[in-house]
């Protein structure tokens, strides 16, 4: 009699069709798990994510199951709002909590594991009652220290939230029969609280066969479309334009260097802090910085391949040591080296072990320019920093090897 499947439940406020790296982390950390040989199926919100506006076909409707490249997906209605309060956020939380342990219960099948993203925090309240109705082993994925991220970056400061909060996380990990997570900081973190505990790294990487597959897209016409000449440096920040990325840097950089048409920078996505940016560029004056809106991947693979570096930048906050944007990975693959504002981990590794870029000071707008100087006089430096690049992540973050690491754990577990 032939054994059934692996059965895995992943458990995920975000998933395609949205845009964003946690989003193309799950979604292909599903299908890697799928290609293992398990049955997967993907308990997830409405597609909403940036606009906060659920997407045409999905509006009106409390569950809709669909199929995705072998995965069975459900889809929950959660609240959604443009607005940016903490009770707006909570309810947008709290809601996906309650609509999707319903889905889980009548819709969802046994399943031998369970697996959900964190954050949000709070979606460990339906892992850990859906687990334990589905007769599931848990496995908690941390990509963000909850809620520790929050108090120090003072989106929460109510005492008894932050407790109540803090109550929650270790009771989600004291459950979890395998904690992963996605930098090596996060993994210490959990380890040094939980020491009884199993907790593995599982960190972002890059999908070298879909890279392959996209390899004839062309160089979009971007430096046409923006007057930027062939040789000029041209930078790039691709994602959420928000708070904790601290880009304000990048515009007081330009504006260091406004005597250098030869340097420019680009940054591309939507998020809450785009007005305030667009408002700095104007009182800054005239200033190399051009603003491109979100574009599908086809277009942003297209982009980066005009582009000759990417800016990566985040606020100067000790939370960031431990932080790896998920930006990093596909850039170097491509062969574009990276200006690191983000010290600690990533630092570590890109630049110190991988050779594959420049760092400036987390929040110094006159580091950033000096970096920025450095690669328009030296291109053989920006050649060289990016073949780095490449090798590095082709040899430590093969997502492919990260999958398998991950599966096997799941496969001791089940």
Not at 103 to 128: C, H, N, R, Y
Request: charged share 20%; proline share 5%.
């Amino acid at each position: 009699m032939r054994a059934r499947s692996m059965r895995i439940i992943l458990l995920t406020q975000y998933f395609p069709p949205e845009t964003g790296a946690p989003q193309n982390r799950l979604f292909a950390t599903a299908k890697a798990l799928h290609s293992k040989g398990a049955e997967v199926t993907v308990l997830t919100a409405m597609p909403n994510y940036p606009d906060m506006r659920i997407h045409a076909g999905y509006r009106g409707k409390f569950h809709v199951r669909e199929g995705m490249d072998g995965l069975d997906v459900h889809r929950a209605w959660l609240f959604v709002s443009t607005g940016k309060g903490i009770a707006v956020r909570l309810c947008n939380y709290f809601s996906f909590v309650f609509t999707s342990l319903l889905v889980g219960v009548f819709k969802l099948k046994k399943a031998d594991v369970l697996l959900v993203e964190s954050p949000p925090l709070f979606l460990g309240i339906t892992a850990m009652l859906l687990a334990r109705l589905k007769g599931a082993k848990l496995v908690f994925n941390v990509s963000d220290l909850w809620p520790e991220s929050a108090v120090q970056l003072g989106l929460v400061s109510n005492k008894a939230m932050i407790g109540a909060s803090t109550w929650l996380e270790e009771r989600c990990y004291r459950n979890a029969a395998l904690i992963t997570g996605q930098t090596q900081g996060i993994v210490k973190n959990i380890s040094g609280r939980f020491p009884q505990k199993k907790v593995l790294w599982v960190p972002n990487g890059v999908d070298f066969a879909a890279l392959a597959a996209a390899a004839e897209v062309p160089a979009s016409d971007i430096r046409t479309r923006l007057g930027i000449r062939p040789d000029d440096l041209l930078l790039a920040y691709a994602g959420i334009l928000g708070h904790a990325q601290g880009l304000h840097v990048v515009l007081e950089a330009a504006a260091l260097l406004r005597n250098r048409a030869d340097i420019h920078f680009i940054l591309m996505g939507d998020g809450p802090e785009k007005e305030r940016l667009l408002e700095l560029k104007q009182k800054l004056g005239a200033i190399n910085v051009h603003f491109v809106d979100r574009m599908p991947r086809r277009e942003l693979l297209a982009m980066m391949r005009s582009i000759d570096a990417v800016v990566v930048p985040l606020l100067r906050n000790d939370l960031f040591k431990g932080a790896i944007p998920s930006k990093i990975f596909e850039a170097l693959a491509l062969r574009k080296p990276v200006l690191l504002g983000v010290d600690g981990e990533a630092r570590e590794l890109f630049i110190e072990q991988g050779r594959a870029g420049l760092y400036f000071e987390p929040e110094s707008a006159p580091d950033l320019a000096r970096v920025a100087a450095q690669y328009a006089g030296d291109r053989a430096l920006v050649l060289e920093q990016g073949a780095h690049g490449e090798s590095y992540v082709m040899e430590h973050f093969d997502r492919q090897v990260i999958s398998k690491k991950l599966w096997d754990a799941i496969q001791q577990l089940a």
